[in-house]
């Protein structure tokens, strides 16, 4: 063969594939895989009773509003607070229907253990057509294993669930150069959250940047897109959530001029976290992950050091955007002139999808998935159920973090001690640590002065006190 020959096989192997539509199951067979996954560690922490925090009830007491076409209250955030005064996330709403037949917050986890599932898909087929179906399953695989979606899934329901895919299918759509398609993807960004309004205009100003040498019409449409997502954003946070707020918005506390170099070692790592596993550093040649600034840009500029690092579901929607632009990169620089860095690019499908598969083993929420103790429920938890159950359905409690899951779908719950004025029918709470003092019934007269409870009932630290 002679090496022309050689030169144009070369080629061929090396020509990205053409974004068509031929049938491929690939893409939802890794979401089908990734489903049970999430489903298991979602629910079998909700079995255990091993929550953080109190984000599943509040999002549980406003779709079960919805779904019973009321205002979204959330008590746990004061009483009768409009969940839409906290954070502008409208789009919980579509969950309204499933709660209504399915009522209770293992519906919120599965929807969103289905939502992330959702989002490999446009991750991995976009990955096969542009780098060949190998590389395409080893990215859909360690995407739908990346840390940052790992975390999402641990830890309570958030809105952001609905943004994942999202952005999955707008970065879908930008590297098959759908540029209309991208857009109306990212359009319903502006009813997730507050913030990602920023994020849609950072994502049209790609697509401008993308179709302008071909599509200039498409490229100003764009433009006039970002344009529009900066406005809708300002106006959110200025205008719609004071409406429904009692006193504006309430995080711009979360803003105490710390600067960027506050925690820096923090945010470093948490960037590393983000750039290396994720992509080998090579997302970092693809415009695609200027879709993250927006996202990174209130985190690491908060006073909140909770922001700040790799916990908890911030890091969520930075997981399809900086794997679809380590997928932009590889197709980019693949087909460059620098022999090592092709070489290099071509194997970090497999570099990466080894990454996440040896984090997922050790250090990640999927270890869990070998432990016994995932799949059983403690006998602890069944002794408090069994206490919870005393209270009657549609009674008012003041509860805390531990028990509070077991009651937000037939009780109105408030938070142990942010009532405000309301003096509940019930008072239960954890007190295994003894936070609440050795008797609890004079914390909850502390709480109400002109109310007396009493202890009713007592499981595994978990006490319950009744009005009297």
């Given at each position: 063969?002679?090496s022309?020959?050689?030169?144009r096989?070369a080629?061929?192997?090396?020509?990205?594939?053409k974004?068509?539509?031929?049938?491929?199951?690939?893409?939802?067979?890794?979401?089908?895989?990734?489903?049970p996954?999430?489903?298991?560690?979602?629910?079998?922490r909700?079995?255990?009773m091993e929550?953080?925090?109190?984000d599943?009830?509040?999002?549980?007491?406003?779709?079960?509003?919805?779904a019973?076409?009321?205002?979204?209250?959330?008590d746990?955030?004061?009483?009768?607070?409009?969940?839409?005064?906290?954070?502008?996330?409208?789009?919980i709403a579509?969950?309204?229907?499933?709660?209504?037949?399915?009522?209770?917050?293992l519906?919120?986890l599965?929807?969103?253990?289905?939502?992330?599932a959702l989002?490999?898909v446009?991750?991995?087929?976009?990955a096969?057509?542009?780098?060949g179906r190998?590389?395409?399953l080893?990215?859909?695989i360690?995407y739908?294993?990346?840390?940052g979606?790992?975390?999402a899934?641990?830890?309570d329901?958030?809105?952001?669930?609905?943004?994942?895919?999202?952005?999955?299918?707008?970065?879908?759509?930008?590297?098959?150069?759908?540029w209309r398609a991208?857009?109306?993807?990212?359009?319903?960004l502006l009813?997730v959250?507050e913030?990602l309004?920023?994020?849609?205009?950072?994502?049209?100003?790609?697509v401008?940047?993308?179709?302008?040498?071909?599509?200039?019409?498409?490229g100003w449409?764009?433009?006039?897109?970002?344009?529009?997502?900066v406005?809708?954003?300002?106006?959110?946070?200025?205008?719609f959530?004071p409406?429904?707020?009692?006193a504006g918005?309430?995080y711009w506390d979360k803003?105490?001029g710390a600067g960027?170099?506050?925690?820096?070692d923090?945010k470093?790592?948490?960037?590393?976290?983000v750039?290396?596993?994720?992509?080998?550093?090579l997302a970092?040649?693809?415009?695609?992950?200027l879709?993250?600034?927006?996202?990174?840009?209130?985190?690491?500029l908060?006073?909140?050091?909770?922001?700040?690092?790799?916990?908890w579901h911030y890091?969520?929607?930075?997981m399809?955007?900086?794997?679809l632009?380590?997928?932009d990169?590889?197709?980019?620089?693949?087909?460059?002139?620098r022999?090592?860095?092709?070489?290099?690019?071509?194997q970090?499908?497999?570099a990466?999808?080894?990454?996440?598969?040896a984090l997922?083993?050790?250090?990640?929420?999927?270890?869990k998935?070998?432990?016994a103790a995932?799949?059983?429920?403690?006998?602890?938890?069944?002794?408090?159920?069994e206490?919870?159950?005393?209270?009657?359905d549609?009674?008012?409690?003041e509860?805390?973090?531990?028990?509070?899951t077991?009651?937000?779908?037939?009780c109105?719950?408030?938070?142990?001690?942010?009532?405000?004025?309301?003096?509940p029918?019930?008072?239960?709470?954890?007190?295994?640590s003894?936070w609440?003092?050795?008797?609890?019934a004079?914390?909850?007269h502390?709480?109400?002065?002109?109310?007396?409870?009493?202890?009713?009932?007592?499981?595994?630290?978990?006490v319950?006190?009744r009005?009297?």
């Amino acid at each position: 063969m002679t090496s022309d020959a050689i030169a144009r096989a070369a080629a061929v192997a090396q020509a990205p594939a053409k974004p068509g539509r031929a049938r491929w199951a690939g893409p939802w067979l890794v979401a089908g895989g990734l489903l049970p996954v999430y489903l298991v560690l979602s629910v079998g922490r909700f079995r255990r009773m091993e929550w953080a925090s109190w984000d599943l009830g509040i999002f549980e007491q406003a779709i079960r509003a919805y779904a019973h076409l009321q205002a979204p209250v959330a008590d746990l955030k004061g009483p009768g607070a409009n969940i839409l005064g906290d954070h502008f996330s409208p789009i919980i709403a579509l969950i309204a229907p499933f709660y209504r037949v399915f009522p209770g917050p293992l519906t919120l986890l599965a929807a969103q253990a289905a939502l992330f599932a959702l989002s490999a898909v446009p991750v991995t087929r976009v990955a096969g057509r542009l780098l060949g179906r190998p590389r395409g399953l080893a990215v859909g695989i360690a995407y739908g294993l990346s840390w940052g979606i790992q975390r999402a899934v641990e830890f309570d329901f958030h809105e952001i669930a609905f943004a994942v895919p999202l952005l999955a299918f707008a970065l879908e759509a930008v590297l098959d150069r759908r540029w209309r398609a991208a857009l109306l993807w990212g359009l319903p960004l502006l009813l997730v959250k507050e913030d990602l309004g920023f994020t849609l205009a950072a994502l049209a100003v790609v697509v401008a940047w993308r179709a302008m040498p071909t599509d200039r019409r498409a490229g100003w449409i764009a433009l006039g897109v970002a344009a529009g997502a900066v406005v809708f954003a300002v106006l959110v946070f200025t205008v719609f959530i004071p409406a429904f707020a009692a006193a504006g918005y309430g995080y711009w506390d979360k803003i105490d001029g710390a600067g960027p170099f506050a925690g820096l070692d923090t945010k470093l790592t948490t960037l590393a976290w983000v750039l290396i596993p994720t992509s080998g550093l090579l997302a970092l040649r693809s415009p695609l992950l200027l879709v993250a600034a927006p996202t990174l840009g209130w985190r690491f500029l908060s006073g909140d050091d909770h922001y700040w690092s790799t916990d908890w579901h911030y890091s969520a929607v930075l997981m399809p955007v900086v794997t679809l632009a380590l997928v932009d990169a590889i197709d980019t620089v693949r087909r460059g002139e620098r022999p090592w860095l092709r070489a290099y690019a071509l194997q970090l499908p497999t570099a990466v999808l080894a990454a996440g598969l040896a984090l997922s083993a050790t250090s990640l929420p999927t270890e869990k998935l070998a432990q016994a103790a995932t799949y059983e429920k403690p006998a602890r938890v069944t002794a408090v159920e069994e206490l919870l159950r005393r209270i009657p359905d549609g009674a008012t409690v003041e509860a805390d973090t531990g028990p509070l899951t077991r009651l937000t779908s037939r009780c109105r719950v408030l938070w142990i001690g942010g009532s405000k004025g309301v003096v509940p029918d019930w008072i239960t709470l954890d007190n295994s640590s003894k936070w609440a003092g050795e008797d609890p019934a004079d914390y909850a007269h502390q709480l109400h002065p002109g109310a007396r409870f009493a202890l009713v009932g007592e499981a595994e630290g978990v006490v319950l006190m009744r009005r009297v």
